[in-house]
């Protein structure tokens, strides 16, 4: 279980998250929605260590994270952390085999293990395998992000992180990419804390939604809970901002 | 699973080869400091100093004393810098430049003032060897017959004679400009030419007065009327040597003897000497022994004259190393402070601001510098020089590859858990990698060029036949060093682009998406 208490961070003046409390149970999805800068990005990154918060707490399995800990520490704990951003966040100069590899390289995992686990995962987010060996630039984007995935999962983290995963693809292989984590997740049982600016998108994958604005959550729970019961002015307008290609 | 390039995997492996090679490049290479027995003989950048340095050489070798000459030390600063620092014992000088160059005394300081001076510094000063090589105005002949032209003051009732002089002497406050006032000279035709034409154009009648040096080598074949300075405009430019206290006490022999030059060379007796090596083109030993019979009535053995034909090569790969180690050097050096300026705020100002102010210093001056502080001319300096020259764009491509990897990548690699050094060496500076190249190539390409300028310090390469071709008037030679360095710059460029291929990885140099 992710779970977050009293967590604000500010760059100078301004107060850019002022969360009091999120939970995510072992094996849910929760996504975290509002507009660009409404501070979703700002909480991944505390929780990935890569930004210190001012105060409060974060902890993975009652377990408590702060970025301070020591550096061997730090880099455990992201090992146990699945994060993926959008269009992959590939390194140009490396294979998609090797974007995917390098961090069971560096913990010097058996070469059996990790092509045995390559091509488990290749068969899971069906990335071809005669793309391992391209380069990100030789991929669309859509196999970046499935590359991007894989990198993710090949530790076997408990925990994904995923910022505007499918921000860049357009909509025909968003939807498959969506349907596909979507197995996956379910799959995997992995608990999944996802940034999306997509109402749609969250309410696909995620059986909890986030409404946030200015740093704050204004209100957590299913999307019906949140069209029935707003708990603010803010969350009716941002649902029904959303459209849908029917009329209702 | 291989990665392409694993650039600096192993970093410490690689600074220990490289290391070794320097050092032994470098014993191999830097000319010991001169020691007791050894009299090292300095000359600068010019034929007639060519000339008196071999002759002083010469002279020291038939007293029995093992001498050495050090050729074109370029700038009285080098040349002199390389005397305090005992890299020479003495050198061919002119009162004229000891006053203005070195002690930078106002007016006209006595031979007995300046020796004061330099004694506190440990070095003295010869009487005259017996001739002046300072300014003079010079007619044509015919012109000065038919006007009765002797003095300078004569000139005075010529306003009508067109005057051609050097550029330098044009603009200097103690050039045309006081001269003119000093004698009253109302010419209005005169113009800047270049030295060597100048002569050409008096001895065809297009000019009427020029200035020249009172033994400049063409005076021998153009024979100008020299016009006496009569009311003693110009600073007297003895020749005498500069040398160290210590030379009489640590090898009298060799100093007696060339003592035995003080007073023995007149002016048409050293500018004989000089059109042999600028207008006939003989190797200065040769000019040199012929003025020693000739002044000093001593015959010497005839010396060893250093041969042309594998010089090209000799240059060419000698140029090679001053490049080659230098560059190196800077890389080992300066990628690493890149990496840190990069880490760093506070230290980037720091390193960058000191690598940009190192590339401001002028190149000679720092060459003087660097004798002094090293205490020895030739490579070593040549090499520190170069080495400090190439630090700046290794530094800052290293800096500026490493601090636009886009802030999501870098985010990315840091998410993963990667370890910060398997962060650099894997993520970090192969993504770097086609920056710190052209840095490198960039450094490579210039250094080419500045490696010329080792030549003014005894470090030889190609710079040495551009040097004297240039002193002597000589096109075929400045193409022997000119054409090798700007081929040796085409070849440079080409193996780094080749360089790049093997270093740069291949997803970096794609350019077509597979979508």
């Known amino acids: ?248 | 699973m291989q990665y392409l390039v694993e650039p600096g995997i192993r970093p410490g492996q690689w600074a220990w080869k490289w290391l070794l090679l320097l050092v032994v490049s470098l014993a191999g290479m830097v000319p010991a400091r001169a020691q007791d027995g050894t009299v090292a003989v300095g000359s600068k950048a010019f034929a007639e100093s060519w000339v008196l340095g071999e002759a002083l050489t010469q002279i020291a070798r038939s007293a029995g004393a093992e001498a050495k000459h050090a050729r074109n030390l370029g700038g009285t600063d080098i040349v002199y810098a390389a005397l305090k620092s005992g890299s020479i014992d003495v050198y061919p000088e002119y009162t004229g430049t000891i006053a203005e160059a070195i002690l930078k005394l106002p007016g006209r300081p006595s031979l007995a003032e300046m020796r004061s001076r330099l004694a506190a510094e440990g070095l003295g000063i010869s009487d005259s060897l017996g001739f002046n090589n300072g300014y003079a105005l010079a007619v044509n002949p015919e012109t000065a017959r038919r006007l009765g032209l002797e003095k300078i003051s004569d000139l005075a009732k010529h306003p009508e004679l067109r005057v051609a002089l050097t550029h330098e002497f044009l603009e200097r406050k103690d050039g045309w400009p006081s001269l003119s006032q000093h004698y009253g000279l109302r010419m209005t035709d005169v113009r800047g030419i270049q030295h060597d034409l100048a002569y050409h154009a008096l001895q065809n009648g297009q000019i009427d007065v020029m200035d020249v040096y009172t033994t400049d080598a063409q005076i021998a074949e153009v024979q100008p009327r020299l016009l006496e300075d009569d009311r003693e405009f110009f600073p007297r430019y003895d020749a005498v040597l500069l040398y160290r206290l210590d030379l009489p006490a640590r090898n009298l022999r060799a100093w007696a003897a060339m003592q035995r030059l003080v007073g023995q060379i007149e002016e048409p007796e050293m500018i004989a000497a000089n059109a042999q090596v600028v207008l006939e083109k003989r190797p200065e030993e040769q000019a040199a022994a012929t003025l020693l019979r000739e002044a000093a009535d001593l015959a010497v053995p005839p010396a060893p004259v250093a041969s042309g034909a594998g010089a090209v090569l000799g240059h060419t790969l000698r140029h090679l190393q001053l490049v080659g180690i230098s560059l190196a050097a800077a890389a080992l050096v300066g990628i690493p402070l890149g990496i840190a300026a990069a880490r760093s705020r506070l230290l980037s100002a720091l390193i960058l601001s000191t690598a940009g102010l190192l590339q401001t210093i002028p190149s000679l001056a720092l060459l003087a510098f660097l004798i002094a502080l090293l205490g020895r001319i030739g490579v070593g300096p040549a090499l520190v020089a170069l080495f400090l020259y190439s630090l700046l764009p290794i530094v800052r491509n290293t800096y500026v590859g490493l601090t636009t990897i886009p802030p999501n990548l870098a985010e990315a690699a840091e998410a993963l858990g990667l370890a910060p050094a398997t962060r650099l060496l894997r993520i970090e500076l192969p993504m770097a990698s086609p920056a710190i190249m052209a840095g490198l190539k960039t450094s490579a390409v210039i250094n080419v060029g500045t490696a010329t300028l080792a030549a003014f310090i005894g470090a030889g390469g190609l710079g040495e036949p551009i040097l004297r071709g240039l002193q002597t008037l000589n096109d075929q030679l400045i193409l022997q060093g000119a054409v090798p360095a700007a081929l040796l710059a085409l070849a440079v460029q080409g193996a780094f682009d080749l360089l790049d291929r093997m270093v740069v990885p291949r997803g970096l140099r794609l350019r077509t998406s597979g979508d």
């Open chain 1, 1 to 248: 279980m992710l779970s977050l208490r009293n967590l604000i961070r500010s760059y100078g003046d301004r107060r850019v998250l002022d969360v009091d409390r999120l939970e995510v149970p072992t094996g849910a999805t929760h996504a975290l929605v509002g507009q660009s800068g409404c501070g979703k990005s700002t909480l991944l990154r505390i929780v990935m260590g890569l930004l210190p918060p001012d105060s409060g707490e974060v902890a993975i399995d009652g377990q408590p994270v702060t970025a301070a800990g020591a550096p061997h520490r730090q880099i455990k704990l992201r090992h146990r952390i699945g994060y993926v951003i959008q269009d992959g966040g590939l390194f140009p100069h490396l294979t998609a085999e090797q974007n995917v590899t390098l961090v069971a390289r560096q913990l010097r995992w058996d070469p059996y293990r990790i092509d045995e686990r390559l091509a488990e995962l290749a068969a899971l987010v069906h990335f071809p395998s005669d793309g391992l060996a391209r380069y990100p630039l030789q991929l669309s984007g859509g196999q970046r992000q499935r590359v991007g995935l894989m990198r993710a999962l090949m530790l076997d983290p408990p925990l994904l992180l995923m910022d505007e995963p499918l921000g860049a693809l357009d909509p025909l292989i968003r939807a498959r990419l969506q349907a596909d984590l979507k197995e996956i997740f379910q799959r995997l049982g992995k608990t999944v804390l996802l940034v999306t600016h997509d109402l749609g998108e969250a309410a696909f994958l995620a059986g909890t939604i986030s409404v946030m604005r200015d740093g704050r959550i204004l209100q957590s729970g299913t999307l019906r809970e949140l069209r029935d019961h707003p708990a603010d002015p803010y969350v009716t307008e941002f649902i029904s901002a959303h459209r849908t290609a029917w009329p209702e």
